[in-house]
């Protein structure tokens, strides 16, 4: 079944939490790196919604089981009504609420996840080019993966960087190292010069300068410039350094795909900030984040009045169908259950 196949899934719930305990498989140690158990909190408000709304509709990403993640359990809290539903286009959760008038000030949603992460390194069977269970990607998840976007465009600028980045290079992955260098090179990971954050290829182009989501769209954008598959995925980083606290805010991160080695995650804005640690962020899924969602101009369920939403980490509303630019705010919270496998 591709990707653009899946039935779309709505589950009508009632007030208050429910437990989806059957949700996800059992966790199993992986044996090519260490795993990590926590407990994560995503609490988002709403507030200040005006009173002569009509209509207030509200979509929030729900973690799942995918890739190198287990949700072990996803409880979630609200005076609401919602439904849970699955997008068909990347297969992201998300939850969605619909409010009509009399509306309430402020809209408040908790969910608290139990979560183990197994961390994956590259295996001498995953660089020997040999195939890798599980790695056929479909044609639909090809062709988004190959796409020109709004923002994460493909021109004669991404085109041009990546052919001098990819010169001399053979096969995906030596190409891909290449372009995930030559972005660490161009980039400066800075979050003080205006238009920051929207994941905008030109801007990072020409200013060589932004958050994570500006390292991975230029990083995608050159992938895809010289045909190879590649998407965003967005999450929270989980502190290593801390068994609980508040995490500051959200991390991306990009995946291109090979025919050998399925999809390969790097992590461009990490590496540069821990040169360190370079040949690590290219290859390994890291056990220290959580996965919300994968793609980029998101078509929500149930569809939204405006457009594509750029990404979904944070909650997307609509007053009245139109986007809602009052108070969203979101925390983040964690604890782990256990220490790390090893220590």
């Avoid at 991390?251 to 992590?267: K, M, R």
């Amino acid at each position: 079944m591709t990707l653009a196949s899946r039935p779309r899934l709505a589950l009508r719930l009632c007030l208050g939490g429910i437990l989806l305990a059957g949700c996800a498989r059992p966790a199993r140690p992986h044996p090519e790196g260490q795993g990590r158990a926590f407990q994560f909190t995503y609490q988002t408000t709403i507030a200040d919604l005006p009173d002569a709304a009509r209509h207030i509709r509200v979509w929030v990403p729900l973690a799942k089981t995918r890739d190198n993640q287990r949700i072990r359990s996803r409880r979630i809290h609200t005076a609401h009504p919602y439904e849970i539903h699955e997008e068909p286009t990347y297969g992201n959760d998300m939850l969605a609420l619909a409010l009509a008038a009399p509306v309430p000030r402020a809209v408040t949603v908790s969910i608290e996840y139990a979560v183990e992460v197994s961390e994956e390194r590259p295996t001498p069977r995953r660089l020997s080019g040999l195939p890798v269970a599980g790695t056929v990607a479909s044609a639909d998840e090809l062709s988004l993966a190959l796409r020109d976007e709004p923002l994460m465009v493909i021109n004669e600028v991404t085109t041009r960087l990546a052919r001098q980045a990819v010169a001399g290079r053979r096969g995906e992955l030596a190409k891909a190292r290449a372009i995930y260098d030559a972005v660490i090179q161009r980039m400066q990971y800075d979050k003080a010069t205006p238009g920051w954050g929207r994941g905008d290829t030109l801007r990072a182009c020409q200013l060589g300068r932004g958050n994570c989501t500006d390292f991975h769209s230029l990083f995608i954008s050159m992938a895809r410039s010289v045909g190879i598959p590649a998407r965003f995925v967005m999450g929270a980083p989980i502190p290593e350094d801390a068994p609980d606290g508040t995490v500051p805010g959200y991390h991306c991160w990009a995946e291109f795909y090979s025919p050998q080695h399925g999809w390969v995650p790097v992590d461009a804005s990490e590496a540069w900030k821990q040169p360190e640690r370079r040949d690590y962020y290219f290859g390994t899924r890291d056990p220290n984040r959580i996965l919300l969602s994968v793609g980029r101009n998101l078509q929500l369920v149930p569809a939204q009045a405006g457009g594509p939403v750029n990404f979904l980490v944070y909650p997307y509303v609509e007053v009245d169908g139109q986007p809602f630019g009052g108070h969203v705010e979101t925390r983040f919270q964690f604890r782990d259950h256990q220490q790390r496998e090893g220590t």
